[in-house]
């Protein structure tokens, strides 16, 4: 074993495979705020949390930090084309993205295979990221969608077993 560099410890976290979300709010001005995250985990059942991180360098996170709720939105495997453009640049990410307005304001995904709306609940800060706790508040699934995957750097849109 070796001390990891930044491209080797990017590299082994490449081999666990997870699912693929973005993560939507409504900024204070009530512009439509959303990027695309597979730091996602269950922490708790009662209460029920969950977790996701962002970089300190993301110019979403002062609405993050500040706002009281969020959404996570569990991608599909057809929505592989939305994770692209929600981890982009320069780009209009809402360009006819078809969503509903949650409970708390936050856009839900139309499409999403489960839907997780959060209060924001804490913040820890670990080195250049921000971890986030939400505890949920509602959420939905559906099981007639499979899940987008990420694995070593790919998008799956069919499990690769």
Request: hydrophobic content about 25%; proline content about 0%.
């Given at each position: 074993m070796q001390v990891p560099t930044p491209q080797s410890f990017r590299a082994a976290l490449g081999r666990f495979a997870t699912g693929v979300t973005i993560v939507?709010?409504?900024a204070d001005d009530g512009s439509l705020i959303g990027l695309t995250a597979n730091s996602f985990n269950s922490v708790s059942l009662k209460p029920p949390l969950?977790?996701?991180s962002l970089s300190r360098q993301s110019q979403s996170l002062p609405v993050f930090h500040a706002g009281t709720h969020y959404a996570i939105n569990v991608l599909g495997a057809p929505q592989r084309d939305l994770a692209l453009r929600f981890a982009s640049r320069g780009v209009d990410r809402w360009a006819d993205v078809a969503y509903t307005e949650g409970a708390s304001g936050a856009p839900l995904l139309d499409g999403a295979v489960a839907v997780f709306e959060c209060f924001n609940?804490?913040?820890?800060?670990?080195?250049?990221h921000i971890i986030f706790v939400?505890?949920?508040?509602r959420c939905t699934h559906r099981t007639d969608i499979p899940p987008l995957?990420?694995?070593?750097?790919q998008f799956y849109t069919e499990h690769p077993l």
């Open positions: 939507t709010a409504r969950v977790l996701w609940r804490s913040r820890y800060e670990e080195g250049d939400g505890e949920v508040e995957l990420y694995h070593g750097g």
